[in-house]
Nanobody
């Protein structure tokens, strides 16, 4: 069982930066793919970024490439999402998710592939 707790959300202006954190409980954190998703009001949950267990592979949605960076610290059981050059369309509740994987370099981009979810953290970007 893995419990995930996100933090770092808030209200910022367009062009600002935020760093989200996702602290995970449980063992063998390095065998879990970590993903970030977001859901805006009236929209479906969408993929933002994912990172493999070893950290060697990352994947991003086209809408955030070049602006967001996903990373992880396996010694601290924590994943991060650094968000730069924020836009009003980035406003959403951001969720981190975890999925155990048999290989250390794989990532997943579909919400249905993830087993564990955090409670979400609100990010609001004013224009």
């Amino acid at each position: 069982q893995v419990q995930l707790i996100e933090s770092g959300g808030g209200l910022v202006q367009a062009g600002d930066s935020l760093r989200l954190s996702c602290a995970a409980s449980g063992r063998a954190f390095n065998w879990y793919v970590m993903g970030w998703f977001r859901q805006a009001p009236g929209k479906e949950r969408e993929f933002v970024a994912a990172i493999s267990g070893s950290g060697s592979t990352t994947d991003y949605a086209d809408s955030v490439k070049g602006r967001f960076t996903i990373s992880r610290d396996n010694a601290e059981n924590t994943a991060y999402l650094q968000m730069n050059c924020l836009k009003s369309e980035d406003t959403a509740v951001y969720y981190c998710a975890a999925k155990s994987a048999a290989t250390s370099w794989i990532t997943f981009s579909q919400p249905s592939e993830y087993n564990y979810w955090g409670q979400g953290t609100q990010v609001t970007v004013s224009s």
